[in-house]
């Protein structure tokens, strides 16, 4: 009996602990419900925002060369890598861009954009393409000249034996071959822009000419006694704007603007030998015992170098006080300040001076205030006294190209401002200033060939 009360008492405790258990279970599900009710929403993600369509505003130069590869700069918004430039008709094709930021990228132009030839010009839509990411918007007009079909003659250069006559065409990246006697023509197809020409012979008496490029790296020899025309090409820096070889030694000197140097380079495998830097944008060479004369288009000084180590020396320069015979400037001579660039150089092994063509001397301050002081012709010029001697002025015209043929003592000048040749009489120009105002002893007018296009203005009344 004692034993069933223990199990009823046992029985009972379990109901009540179970009932006690139910009830804390009921409010806590009711608790836990309350707390689910009253809970916030679970935050929503905010909507991605979309992505900006890239947008072309711009693009500069409005109006470039297909003569060399060229440079873009590209403006607009939401630029981003990746995009290619749309080149329209007449050329239709992409280009890589390089984006530096949101508005700003650049691309470059190929050397090969080809127009036909009596096409002048073409107007280009320019827009942008994108693999992947919004459709680009926006358009540019870019204006690109035919360069590359219209020769320009710049430089020539005399075969040694006096029977070919080798004339550069920068924009058309062409050499001519012009026979003196028959007058036929042979093209010769060069590197990208040639911009100076010279033959030599080398010590074993071969005739030879070289090319150098202003856009090309490379100075490009052809053996002028070899039955097919293949170049050599040998290694130089690019931009070269000025040429000189000495044959016997082996030695080429280029003039190049990139860095404002001349180099010495062995022609059999291009190893420079010195460099030196010079004045700003050197072009005009010359050699003469021993020195190079480097004529700067900036500062309108000659820089002497030595050619066997590059060392140099006192620049020449005119001086107040240089005579000036012939042209506005005549009066002027005690006012001169400083000299205009040198187009070119000429030595004269002969006579023992150097001829420059150049605008003339500078002209300063003046009781006449006379501040228009072009005055063009060609100056003499003493190396070994490092001195420009005398200028004679022709008061007209843009005197450009020299050649002297020393044998005759003849110095020819030609004039791309008046479309002419002057012939003069170089040992006048040497001899003393009244001998120089007779020096010139012909005129020779170059007219343009007939089918030369032309700019014609028609007025309406």
């Given at each position: 009996?004692?034993?069933?009360?223990?199990?009823?008492?046992?029985?009972?405790?379990?109901?009540?602990?179970?009932?006690?258990?139910?009830?804390?279970?009921?409010?806590g599900?009711?608790?836990?419900?309350?707390?689910?009710?009253?809970?916030?929403?679970?935050?929503?993600?905010?909507?991605?925002?979309?992505?900006?369509?890239?947008?072309?505003?711009?693009v500069?130069?409005?109006?470039?060369?297909?003569?060399?590869?060229?440079?873009l700069?590209?403006?607009?918004?939401?630029?981003?890598?990746?995009l290619?430039?749309?080149?329209?008709?007449?050329f239709?094709?992409?280009?890589?861009?390089?984006?530096?930021?949101?508005?700003?990228?650049?691309?470059?132009?190929?050397?090969?954009?080809?127009?036909p030839?009596?096409?002048?010009?073409?107007?280009?839509?320019?827009?942008?393409?994108?693999?992947?990411?919004?459709?680009?918007?926006?358009?540019?007009?870019?204006?690109?000249?035919?360069?590359?079909?219209?020769?320009?003659?710049?430089?020539?250069?005399?075969?040694?034996?006096?029977?070919?006559?080798?004339?550069?065409?920068?924009?058309?990246?062409?050499?001519?071959?012009?026979?003196?006697a028959?007058?036929?023509?042979?093209?010769?197809?060069?590197?990208?822009?040639?911009?100076?020409?010279?033959?030599?012979?080398?010590?074993?008496?071969?005739?030879?000419?070289?090319?150098?490029?202003?856009?090309?790296?490379?100075?490009?020899?052809?053996?002028?006694?070899?039955?097919?025309?293949?170049?050599?090409?040998?290694?130089?820096?690019?931009?070269?704007?000025?040429?000189?070889?000495?044959?016997?030694?082996?030695?080429?000197?280029?003039?190049?603007?990139?860095?404002?140097?001349?180099?010495?380079?062995?022609?059999?495998?291009?190893?420079?030998?010195?460099?030196?830097?010079?004045?700003?944008?050197?072009?005009?060479?010359?050699?003469?015992?021993?020195?190079?004369?480097?004529?700067?288009?900036?500062?309108?000084?000659?820089?002497?170098?030595?050619?066997?180590?590059?060392r140099?020396?006192?620049?020449?320069?005119?001086?107040?006080?240089?005579?000036?015979?012939?042209?506005?400037?005549?009066?002027?001579?005690?006012?001169?300040?400083?000299?205009k660039?040198?187009?070119?150089?000429?030595?004269?092994?002969?006579?023992?001076?150097?001829?420059?063509?150049?605008?003339?001397?500078?002209?300063?301050?003046?009781?006449?205030?006379?501040?228009?002081?072009?005055?063009?012709?060609?100056?003499?010029?003493?190396?070994?006294?490092?001195?420009?001697?005398?200028?004679?002025?022709?008061?007209?015209?843009?005197?450009?190209?020299?050649?002297?043929?020393?044998?005759?003592?003849?110095?020819?000048?030609?004039?791309?401002?008046?479309?002419?040749?002057?012939?003069?009489?170089?040992?006048?120009?040497?001899?003393?200033?009244?001998?120089?105002k007779a020096?010139?002893?012909?005129?020779?007018?170059?007219?343009?060939?007939?089918?030369?296009?032309r700019?014609?203005?028609?007025?309406?009344?």
């Open positions: 009996m004692l034993a069933g009360r223990r199990v009823a008492l046992v029985m009972g405790g379990i109901r009540w602990w179970g009932l006690i258990a139910g009830v804390l279970g009921g409010l599900l009711a608790v836990v419900g309350i707390r689910q009710r009253g809970a916030p929403p679970p935050p929503v993600a905010a909507p991605v925002p979309a992505e900006p369509r890239p947008v072309l505003r711009a500069g130069p409005k109006l470039t060369s297909n003569q060399t590869s060229q440079p700069s590209l403006h607009g918004e939401a630029l981003v890598p990746g290619k430039l749309v080149l329209g008709a007449p239709s094709r992409e280009l890589p861009l390089t984006v530096v930021d949101a508005g700003h990228a650049y691309a470059r132009l190929p050397t090969d954009l080809t127009l030839v009596g096409t002048f010009q073409a107007d280009v839509q320019l827009s942008l393409a994108a693999s992947t990411g919004p459709r680009p918007a926006g358009t540019a007009r870019l204006t690109v000249v035919n360069d590359a079909a219209f020769p320009d003659l710049t430089a020539l250069a005399l075969a040694p034996d006096g029977r070919t006559l080798f004339v550069a065409s920068p924009p058309t990246d062409t050499v001519f071959a012009l026979d003196v028959s007058g036929q023509v042979e093209s010769l197809a060069v590197g990208d822009g040639p911009s100076a020409l010279a033959t030599w012979k080398d010590k074993g008496g071969r005739p030879w000419l070289g090319v150098a490029h202003q856009s090309d790296a490379g100075l490009w020899l052809y053996a002028l006694d070899a039955p097919e025309r293949k170049p050599r090409v040998v290694p130089t820096p690019a931009g070269v704007w000025g040429l000189e070889v000495e044959g016997a030694r082996g030695v080429a000197y280029v003039a190049e603007h990139v860095r404002d140097t001349v180099h010495a380079l062995a022609l059999e495998d291009g190893r420079e030998r010195w460099s030196a830097p010079v004045d700003p944008n050197p072009r005009a060479l010359a050699r003469w015992k021993g020195f190079l004369a480097v004529g700067s288009l900036q500062t309108g000084q000659v820089v002497l170098l030595r050619q066997d180590d590059g140099e020396l006192a620049p020449l320069v005119p001086k107040p006080g240089v005579p000036i015979v012939g042209g506005t400037t005549e009066a002027y001579s005690a006012q001169v300040m400083g000299g660039a040198p187009r070119a150089l000429v030595a004269s092994e002969r006579l023992g001076r150097v001829f420059m063509a150049s605008l003339g001397p500078n002209v300063g301050p003046n009781a006449q205030r006379m501040e228009v002081s072009a005055n063009s012709g060609v100056a003499v010029l003493d190396l070994d006294r490092q001195q420009v001697v005398r200028h004679r002025g022709f008061g007209a015209g843009v005197t450009e190209g020299l050649a002297l043929d020393d044998r005759a003592g003849l110095l020819y000048a030609a004039d791309i401002g008046l479309g002419q040749v002057r012939v003069l009489d170089a040992k006048a120009l040497v001899e003393g200033d009244a001998q120089a020096a010139v002893l012909q005129t020779l007018p170059i007219p343009v060939s007939e089918d030369t296009p700019i014609l203005s028609i007025i309406h009344i």
